[in-house]
């Protein structure tokens, strides 16, 4: 063991032999160079301090990715907290188990690995989207399993009930406590919290179409120079899900064809969906400014837009007092004023992506149509609709 005042220079001019350094200046701060069982001399730096009557060693980090100066800081807020009665080795120690626990997201791929064995593709994918998709637990995906409280749960059930709908949550919820049950059978965690939740009052399917005025006046509202108004009016004018719409990437989109194509693996009942779009929402497209190295058009994660409860707030205050509606309800709406425009309902259903009905049972076993272009009609009869019908003034903005 040697006292020296560790420093670049001095550093430098040690011989590559195995030996502890000390620093004379910063008590307990020193330099280690060792030979590892391969042969190669490992070099970093420590901290050697008393806690409690006992001696104690933390390594500070491997010399050839921290330097002497940033060493000695280090130090130095270490002995900090060792004055204030914090050991850091107990610290270090503790984040080591903590990272090491299961996380919310592991969890999630070890119980989806084992239900795809057990369920439908359609049911799985369903499961999977309320596990894992943004728009649902998004801030429990990274956390240990069992760090996860009752509060945090209840809190994003109500963000989806506002969002998306009490039957959205309800069916989330289940999916949730099926989830944490069988975390619970194999000792993942001690409890089921999500059975200590409320069921999301009026669960009940909802059903709600926007009158023309309504729609116009969500139309009008939107934004052309915004994700989220881009978004909604492209929901009005395809009835595709929000998640749909905002996960759309530019390798689903044919501008030359004019068609999207949502791959099963993002649609609800795993089945490929294309459109062929109208003018409108062509143009829509066009408008969106591409980024470099990103294959979504919209939002600014990875994963696509997922700024909802954020845009629904601006949105509810420009369209005023409107009776209360969600984006799903752009849905609804959509399939009624098809129906009303004489557009016949097998070509709705394949409009809206539905297996139901005309594809259902023996009657879709045999009947593989797509119906390109009934739906390229339907779709562009709607746009003029609700953008022709009557002229379409946007809002002044303040």
Not at 365 to 386: C, E, F, G, I, S
Request: glycine letters at 8%; hydrophobic letters at 35%; aromatic letters at 6%.
């Amino acid at each position: 063991m040697t006292i020296a005042n560790l420093n670049r220079q001095t550093i430098a001019a040690l011989p590559d032999v195995d030996g502890y350094w000390w620093d004379a200046n910063l008590k307990g701060f020193g330099y280690i160079q060792r030979t590892d069982a391969s042969g190669v001399l490992r070099k970093s730096f420590t901290i050697q301090y008393r806690f409690v009557g006992q001696q104690r060693k933390l390594k500070l980090g491997d010399a050839n990715k921290l330097n002497v100066e940033q060493a000695r800081k280090k130090a130095e807020r270490l002995f900090a907290q060792i004055l204030l009665g914090i050991d850091p080795q107990a610290a270090k120690d503790a984040e080591r188990i903590e990272a090491a626990k299961l996380t919310f997201a592991g969890a999630v791929e070890q119980y989806l690995q084992m239900k795809a064995g057990e369920l439908r593709p359609s049911s799985l994918k369903s499961m999977q989207l309320y596990l894992t998709g943004a728009a649902y637990f998004p801030t429990l995906h990274r956390k240990p399993l069992d760090s996860i409280t009752r509060g945090e749960v209840a809190r994003h059930l109500d963000q989806i009930t506002s969002e998306s709908g009490s039957p959205s949550a309800s069916r989330a919820r289940a999916h949730l406590s099926s989830f944490f049950m069988w975390c619970l059978r194999r000792g993942h965690c001690r409890e089921n919290i999500v059975l200590q939740t409320e069921e999301p009052k009026g669960s009940e399917e909802r059903k709600r179409a926007l009158s023309d005025d309504e729609l116009r006046t969500v139309w009008n509202a939107c934004a052309d120079d915004d994700d989220y108004g881009r978004i909604v009016r492209l929901l009005i004018l395809t009835g595709c899900r929000r998640e749909e719409i905002g996960g759309l990437r530019w390798s689903e989109i044919d501008l030359d064809a004019g068609t999207i194509t949502l791959p099963a693996e993002r649609c609800k009942n795993g089945r490929a969906h294309t459109l062929t779009l109208p003018d409108k929402a062509l143009d829509i497209l066009r408008a969106v400014p591409r980024r470099d190295g990103r294959d979504h058009l919209f939002g600014q994660r990875s994963d696509g837009f997922v700024a909802w409860s954020h845009g629904k707030r601006a949105l509810l205050t420009a369209t005023g007092e409107m009776k209360e509606w969600r984006l799903h309800d752009l849905r609804h709406t959509l399939s009624t004023g098809l129906h009303e425009l004489g557009v016949e309902p097998h070509v709705v259903e394949a409009v809206l992506n539905h297996i139901s009905g005309h594809k259902d049972g023996v009657a879709g076993r045999y009947n593989h149509a797509q119906y390109t272009k009934p739906m390229a009609r339907a779709l562009a009869l709607w746009a003029d609709h609700v953008t022709g019908s009557q002229k379409v003034i946007p809002l002044r903005r303040a």
